[in-house]
């Protein structure tokens, strides 16, 4: 993973440099107190967030760059006219420091990628070793958010918490390559983080945004494990603004273990948390085959959800989803959501909520929580 240090006096915009570096495929760091620790980090990018009062400082470090021979590039953020972005540019000249085209305020995600594309990796990264224990020690876990939109009013009617690791050497790493299965030792770690940190993120949510409506991936081992439900629920808010926690469990789980699931869904609607079942495909008849039917959410497979404007099969799919849901009064979503087109077919399908890459991608807690309350994307 290519290494980017940040260096701006103000600290939102060294947040959000960061934050948004990370989310390209860097792994990002502030620059160190002392400019002279600077190649402490090994970057291979260094990103000068330039704005009034802090020219002496940035001389500094391109200069202690230049006695370090520095073999990365720099990339400096600011006024397009600004004295000291012309300053910075012609110090790199005299120091023989690589330096990519600047970047003008504002700007866009989108300019910057453009800009560092070159430190990207066209290809597939490579999967990570990742041991979970580790992860959960060193603090290495984060929750991530991704919208959920309701399909009338095209607002945003709720979140997705996706697990992710923050890795020192990997960058973020998606969950395919650390996700734990019930045997792992560190299983239930593992989902105690997800708890514990869902309800730290809504008391933040509620702040900064008001109330949200979390959902949270929850293996059926987790939940069949009396003392640690007890547990999740003690940490429920008693906020009068919470309105009660989503837990997700896959289709196949709960059509696998229906009687079992049904009595602990009956169990848990009265302590503020619902299941909602996710990835329903085709084998969606099956959940009609159960005695009673206590879930309030139907999320369908995003591989019946992508393309569906244009296939009539995956269109029977849904309808057939759409029809249970109904008969249930559960509500539907639609997963995957990547074009226009499909987003005008889930509205006529009839989905209440869309969620997919066309509204926004996951991202970080802190970024989720700076969100308008209006639909993104």
């Known amino acids: 993973m290519p290494r980017a240090t ?18 390209l495929g860097f792994i990002a760091s502030p620059c160190p107190a002392e400019p ?3 190649m402490e980090t090994a970057p291979d990018l260094v990103v000068l967030g330039i704005s009034g009062g802090d020219g002496v400082e940035i001389s500094q470090i391109l200069r202690v760059l230049a006695d370090a021979e520095f073999v990365g590039s720099v990339l400096a953020i600011g006024p397009a006219h600004s004295v000291l972005v012309q300053a910075v540019r012609q110090l790199c000249n005299e120091l023989g420091l690589a330096m990519l085209p600047m970047l003008p305020t504002p700007f866009s995600v989108e300019v910057l990628r453009g800009r560092v594309a070159g430190f990207l990796s066209p290809g597939a990264a490579p999967s990570p070793v990742v041991d979970v224990a580790e992860a959960l ?3 290495w876990l984060e929750l991530w958010y991704q919208h959920k939109i309701d399909v009338h009013s095209l607002q945003p009617s709720g979140a997705e918490a996706l697990v992710r690791i923050r890795h020192p050497a990997w ?16 299983f239930r770690g593992f989902s105690e983080f997800v708890v514990s940190r869902a309800v730290e993120d809504w008391h933040t949510f509620v702040q900064e945004r008001g109330p949200v409506e979390i959902s949270i991936n929850l293996p059926l081992a987790f939940l069949k494990d009396g003392p640690a439900v007890l547990d999740l629920c003690r940490k429920l808010p008693s906020h009068p603004a919470f309105g009660g926690l989503l837990v997700e469990i896959n289709c196949d789980d709960i059509i696998r273990n229906g ?22 495909g085709a084998e969606w008849p099956e959940l009609r085959r159960l005695a009673i039917f206590p879930f309030v959410e139907l999320k369908v497979d995003r591989q ?4 569906c404007a244009e ?25 995957g959501i990547e074009t226009r087109a499909d987003f005008r077919a889930a509205h006529e399908l009839g989905f209440d909520q869309v969620q997919g890459f066309l509204f926004g991608k996951p991202v970080s807690s802190q970024k989720f929580a700076r969100s308008p309350r209006v639909a993104p994307g």
Not at 18 to 23: H, P, S
Not at 262 to 277: E, H, P, T
Not at 324 to 335: D, I, M
Request: proline share 3%; aromatic share 6%.
């Open 6 to 23: 940040v260096v701006d006096s103000k600290k939102h915009n060294q947040a959000f440099l960061l934050e948004t570096l990370g989310e």
């Open 137 to 139: 020690k060193l603090g």
């Open 171 to 186: 960058g973020v790493v998606s969950p395919a390559d650390f996700i734990p299965d019930s045997r792992d030792p560190s």
């Open 36 to 38: 002279a620790s600077i």
């Open 259 to 280: 009687d079992l699931v049904v009595d602990i869904a009956q169990q848990l609607r009265f302590r503020n948390l619902a299941i909602s079942v996710d990835d329903v």
């Open 304 to 307: 019946f959800v992508t393309g």
């Open 311 to 335: 296939d009539r099969l995956k269109q029977v799919v849904c309808r057939g989803i759409i029809d249970l849901a109904r008969n249930y009064g559960a509500r539907v979503v639609a997963k």
